[in-house]
T-cell receptor, first 112, second 114 residues
Framework: QKEVEQNSGPLSVPEGAIASLNCTYS??????FFWYRQYSGKSPELIMF????GDKEDGRFTAQLNKASQYVSLLIRDSQPSDSATYLC????????????FGKGTMLLVSP | DARVTQTPRHKVTEMGQEVTMRCQPI?????VFWYRQTMMQGLELLAY????????DSGMPKDRFSAEMPDATLATLKIQPSEPRDSAVYFC????????????FGPGTRLTVL
């Protein structure tokens, strides 16, 4: 049974701080990993993906992957109240022919 | 602006009625997914299609749910008969079918079965 685990939160951070969201996965065969943001009442929106060990940066967002530890994280620098949402982590087995296994998400609250 | 569209956005129906949800994937995407999201279960994959062929529908209750893709621009999810436990948000997502499997979600259909 492939599983992706996330702390449900809420994770509360003050505006301007770094928010750190974490995710672990059970299937060692997972190859690529995705972070989606979901505002209340809206659909999941892709933030970024990562498939190589290490860090990947995109603006205020940094995804980190450690395949040996089966651990993925998302860092949000200079957090803004508009970042308040649920963040979904997802894992995929391989290229092009596999599905995503989603975690249940971590709720992030950024206070002004 | 390419995006996945879904209709209806909201549906309220009575138990036992048939419900049909529709999805138009992003033009050029060959893979379509149907998900159901509830607070308790999170996002669950119901079924998916590649080049209009069903690849996996093991997530669907077979006795009442059916999914089809009559052409490349339309995917449907049907529930017959509907039950109160089917109340959820149903999302359609599409992807190009190429690494790294990025999926793009539609706005969802919020279904309430009374």
């Amino acid at each position: 049974q492939k599983e992706v685990e996330q702390n449900s939160g809420p994770l509360s951070v003050p505006e301007g701080a770094i928010a750190s969201l974490n995710c672990t996965y059970s299937d060692q065969g997972s190859q690529s990993f995705f972070w989606y943001r979901q505002y209340s009442g809206k659909s999941p929106e892709l933030i970024m993906f990562i498939y190589s060990n290490g860090d990947k940066e995109d603006g205020r967002f940094t995804a980190q992957l450690n395949k040996a530890s089966q651990y993925v994280s998302l860092l949000i620098r200079d957090s803004q109240p508009s970042d308040s949402a649920t963040y979904l982590c997802a894992a995929s087995m391989n290229s092009g022919y596999s599905t995503l296994t989603f975690g249940k998400g971590t709720m992030l609250l950024v206070s002004p | 602006d390419a995006r996945v569209t879904q209709t209806p956005r909201h549906k309220v129906t009575e138990m036992g009625q048939e419900v049909t949800m529709r999805c138009q994937p992003i033009l050029g995407h060959n893979t379509v997914f149907w998900y159901r999201q509830t607070m308790m279960q999170g996002l669950e994959l119901l079924a998916y299609f590649r080049n209009r062929a069903p690849l996996d529908d093991s997530g669907m209750p077979k006795d009442r749910f059916s999914a089809e893709m009559p052409d490349a621009t339309l995917a449907t999810l049907k529930i017959q008969p509907s039950e109160p436990r089917d109340s959820a948000v149903y999302f359609c997502a599409s992807a190009m079918g190429l690494f790294p499997d990025t999926q793009y979600f539609g706005p969802g259909t919020r279904l309430t079965v009374l």
